[in-house]
């Protein structure tokens, strides 16, 4: 395996809250990581800041050797790699899905209009909509809107797909539809960092789970060490709330 992302000492505080107390964690190539914890504990600002959508107030994320907080880089070229799928969906209303899977690609350059469809069709095809092209957001279900962001975000081909609770805003029975196709990704080899709640996923699917509290990462390891066998007392407390 080798290193996609490094995270050296990363600090994050609004205004007098810090939130993030100095998290040093990597990320390897092809590597599932799910982040849990409890409410509050700083899993989206901690996912942010490894995009740098939030600004880090101290500490590194190095990402393919290039350290995002450098101010001199082009963050903006940089995140077409880091893909970012949130809890609710974000899709333009006002386009079809086929133009909400092209826009980004064709805009920074990456493929023109023609590739961009083509690479859409098979992107639908990947999360089971290809019947939903010339379909409007609106008329979609929430687990389908889901798999279109995922889509999307896959459009621009980034090296690390960013999940922050992206089950969390459906029905119960759409859960499982976005789930399988975060499996396929993983199965296929993308490096993922995932926040979630679902711990059969996190189980089944996550190479080593981060647990979170008060901005520190309180324990880490495999599911089989983290959910069988855990070892620090915030972690058994977490755990015994959402087991
Ligand atoms: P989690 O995702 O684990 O629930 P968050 O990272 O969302 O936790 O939040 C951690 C803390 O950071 C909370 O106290 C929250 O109020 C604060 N926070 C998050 N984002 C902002 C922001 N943009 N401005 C001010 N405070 C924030
Ligand atoms: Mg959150």
Do not use: W
Request: hydrophobic share 40%.
């Amino acid at each position: 395996m080798s290193e996609l992302m490094k995270i050296e000492n990363l600090h994050k505080s609004f205004g007098k809250n810090q939130v993030l107390n100095g998290i040093d964690t990597t990320i390897q190539k092809g590597e599932v990581v799910v982040v849990i914890g409890p409410s509050g504990s700083g899993k989206s600002t901690f996912l942010r800041c490894l995009n740098l959508l939030e600004t880090p107030t101290e500490g590194a994320v190095i990402f393919e050797d290039v350290d995002l907080t450098d101010p001199k880089i082009d963050i903006f070229k940089i995140r077409e790699n880091l893909g970012m799928v949130f809890q609710t969906f974000n899709l333009f209303p006002h386009k079809t899905v086929m133009e909400n899977l092209c826009l980004a690609p064709v805009k920074a350059g990456l493929k023109n209009q023609k590739e961009a469809k083509e690479n859409g069709m098979r992107l639908l095809k990947q999360v089971g909509l290809e019947d939903k092209a010339e379909a409007y957001p609106n008329s979609l279900s929430g687990g389908q809107k889901q798999r279109i962001a995922i889509a999307r975000a896959l459009a621009m081909e980034p090296d690390v797909m960013l999940f922050d609770e992206p089950t969390s805003a459906l029905d119960p029975e759409m859960v499982g539809e976005v789930l399988t196709v975060m499996k396929d990704l993983a199965k296929a080899g993308m490096t993922m960092v995932i926040v979630s709640h679902e711990m059969g996923f996190a189980k089944e699917v996550g190479d080593r789970v981060l647990l979170m509290d008060e901005g520190e990462i309180v324990e880490e390891g495999s599911p089989t060490e983290l959910f069988d066998h855990p070892k620090h007392p915030r972690t058994i407390d977490f755990l015994s709330k959402v087991l």
